[in-house]
C-alpha cells in the first residue's frame, strides 16, 4: 500500500513544476528617465549653428543635458532651440549676427530693442521689451495683477508719473500680458485720477 502511495505523491509534486514553467514571463519594467537618449546642451547649440549659420556666443555657465524624448537632434531649428534653452532656464538675443545665450537671470539687461508692441514676426520665445501707456486704468494698480503670471526672470514695472508699463519677457507671454492690459483698460472708467499719478504731481520732491 505504501509503495503505491508515494508514485502518486511525487507525481502531485510535479504538476506545479510544470505549471509554473508554462508560466509567460513577467513583464520587463519601464525603462528609467536616463534611458533615454540625451545631448549636451553646448554640442546641441553647436549642431544648430551649424545648420542654421548663426554664430553663438554662449555664457560658460550655459550648461544642460537635454533629454530627447520625441525629438529628432537633426531636426531642432532656431525657434526649437529658444524653446528648449526656456526650459532649461536660459535665454537668447541676436543682434550684429550674433547670438549671446545667457542664463534667464541675466536676460533682463541684454539690448533687446524697445517696442510699443510686440513684433509679429517675434518668435514665441525671444525676448522681447514693450513700453506702453494705459488710457484709463492706472498702471501701477496692475502690476501686482499681471506680475503673478509672468516668470520670474520677465520684469513687469509701472511708471506712475506717464502712467507707463514697462514689459520685458517673451514674446508669447508678452503678447498675453498685453492682451490682459487692454482688455483691463476698456474695463476702467474712463476719466479716472489715479492715487500715484497725483502724489507724484505734487510731491515736493
Known sequence: MNHR???ALALALLIPIGATAADPAPAAAPAAASDYASIDIGDLIARVAKRTGKQFIVDPRVRAEVPLIGLDVDRIDYPKLLAILNVHL????ES???VRVVPD???RQLPVPLTSEVPSKALDDELVT???QPK?????????VLRPLMPQAAH???YPLSNTLVISDRAANARRILDMVE?????APAGQKCPEWASAKTDPK
Open 96 to 98: 550684429g549676427g550674433m
Open 105 to 107: 537671470a541675466n536676460s
Open 5 to 7: 502511495i508515494v508514485p
Open 183 to 187: 482688455r483691463l483698460d476698456k474695463a
Open 156 to 158: 513687469l514695472a509701472a
Open 130 to 132: 514693450v513700453m506702453l
Open 136 to 144: 484709463n486704468m492706472c498702471s501701477a494698480q496692475a502690476v501686482p
Open 90 to 93: 536660459f535665454a537668447a538675443y
